[in-house]
């Protein structure tokens, strides 16, 4: 017989190499906690129902506090030999605590007690990345507010378009960084379903209290379906995708970061703490940090990408490939935390340039909208108010001037609808403040923004 704690029916030990292929002790140990958690529910559950005794479960309870301190002072060998988190623990705990140890497993399986684990760290770190996102979002509302009155020019095609605030360009990523506040707090509750109960995948003989252990363990919901319970990877998927989503909008904001603080752009300044040099040319300063969360983007994708493909033809209910939800998930929530944690960072310690990014806007025709709006308030259509100010951009380039410079006489050859007042109507401040609808870049609206994002935290 194998020293496994399954060995029963084995004549022989297992191959090396293959205890070191199948073994997941290497990274689900850092679900110690969990593990622990979940089985000090389970005993009482066991002796709650009269399965085991009160003193076996007393046994099991301290031995296994005993395990968690040691674990925690790092004073705890984990085995390969014992493939995962779960016999690991429970090996140590029978040499500790003898026969005692051994009923621990009554009327469990591993299957539903590594759901149990997963959904219990997935519904923390899920909280840990909602704390996080919070703070971006902070950062975004303070430098936003910091720099209320700083223009910019708005991109579309990445040539300029309209004058907007910079303010109001942060304020779009706080939205997006809300929807990723909801989708995570949706990741919490779809793993707040508790598997435990469910056995190897039809349920067990014994006299269990599921709802005891959800208590216990402060879960919502309960699986009421044994095969669900145990199969269900929903929430490592939903988690992934919540990740990816994320990761995407930071890649977005990274490679703009990016552009801004290239020589051509100028628009902004990192602080030096925050960027790196080059070990060849010793004028770079580099914003490394913007790069790799855009590259680590890619990485969090492909765990989505893999754990869907990983699932896709799995029939029901446990199989050992459901093993590789662990290091994905695992490296993508390290990702998505520390990423968020750093561009917090990078935000608040970014300058904005705000006289070049003025410049941006005054040596530019992204004021021809506003042009072609003058004259359309004054009665001329659209469309033909369109064409007349293309005509100005035209004129201007042939006369190398911006439409700020032109002369009365050169407004009225073009339309004799111009007034005085167009000059005004044109200015980059102007251009801004008029842009009052619901959810534009004027200064009124932009200060709307930053007060429902100190509100909407409040309350996320
Ligand atoms: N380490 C395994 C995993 O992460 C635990 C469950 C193993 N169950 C089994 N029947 N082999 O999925």
């Given at each position: 017989m194998s020293e496994k704690l399954w060995g029963g029916r084995f004549t022989k030990t297992t191959d090396e190499m293959i205890n070191e292929f199948q073994a997941s002790i290497g990274f689900d140990k850092r679900m110690y906690h969990e593990d622990i958690a979940g089985s000090i529910a389970h005993a009482s559950m066991l002796a709650k129902c009269g399965i085991i005794s009160e003193e076996d479960r007393d046994k099991i309870v301290g031995g296994l506090k005993d395990i968690l301190a040691r674990i925690e002072k790092g004073d705890f060998e984990f085995d390969?030999?014992?493939?995962d988190i779960h016999m690991n623990i429970e090996k140590r705990l029978t040499d500790a605590i003898g026969e005692a140890g051994g009923r621990?497993?009554?009327?469990?399986?591993r299957n539903d007690q590594v759901a149990l684990d997963t959904h219990m760290y997935v519904r923390r770190e899920a909280v840990e990345v909602e704390k996080l996102i919070l703070d971006m979002q902070k950062a975004l509302v303070e430098t936003a507010e910091k720099y209320s009155d700083v223009i910019m020019p708005g991109y579309t095609h990445l040539q300029r378009a309209q004058p907007i605030l910079f303010g109001h360009h942060l304020l779009a990523y706080f939205s997006m960084f809300s929807r990723d506040f909801a989708r995570f707090n949706g990741v919490y509750q779809r793993a707040d379903i508790m598997p435990l109960g469910a056995g190897a995948l039809a349920g067990t003989t014994f006299p269990i209290d599921r709802r005891f252990v959800a208590e216990f363990l402060n879960f919502e919901n309960i699986y009421t379906n044994s095969l669900d319970a145990v199969s269900d990877r929903d929430y490592i998927m939903e988690f992934l995708s919540a990740a990816s989503m994320l990761m995407v909008h930071l890649s977005r904001l990274s490679e703009e970061t990016i552009l801004w603080c290239s020589r051509e752009f100028s628009f902004v300044e990192l602080d030096d703490a925050h960027c790196t040099g080059s070990s060849m040319m010793p004028q770079k300063k580099n914003p490394d940090v913007s790069e790799l969360v855009r590259g680590k983007t890619g990485r969090v994708i492909g765990h989505l990408m893999a754990m869907l493909t990983t699932v896709k033809g799995l029939p029901l209910a446990y199989n050992k490939d459901l093993q590789e939800d662990k290091e994905g998930i695992f490296d993508a929530i390290d990702t998505v935390k520390f990423s968020l944690a750093v561009y917090a960072r990078i935000l608040r310690g970014m300058k904005v340039n705000r006289d070049i990014m003025k410049r941006a806007v005054d040596e530019d025709f992204s004021n021809a909208t506003d042009l072609a709006d003058y004259l359309a308030k004054k009665g001329m259509p659209f469309r033909q108010a369109h064409a007349v100010s293309g005509q100005a951009v035209h004129y201007c380039i042939e006369h190398h001037k911006w439409l700020v410079d032109l002369t009365m006489d050169e407004f009225k050859a073009l339309?004799?609808?111009?007034?005085?007042?167009i000059k005004d109507a044109i200015l980059p401040e102007t251009c801004v403040k008029t842009r009052?609808?619901?959810?534009?870049?004027?200064y009124e609206q932009v200060d709307l923004q930053i007060r429902a994002a100190k509100g909407l935290m409040d309350t996320e």
């Open positions: 390969v030999a014992f493939e621990l497993h009554t009327a469990r399986s339309s004799p609808m111009f007034d005085e007042d009052n609808s619901l959810g534009g870049t004027s």
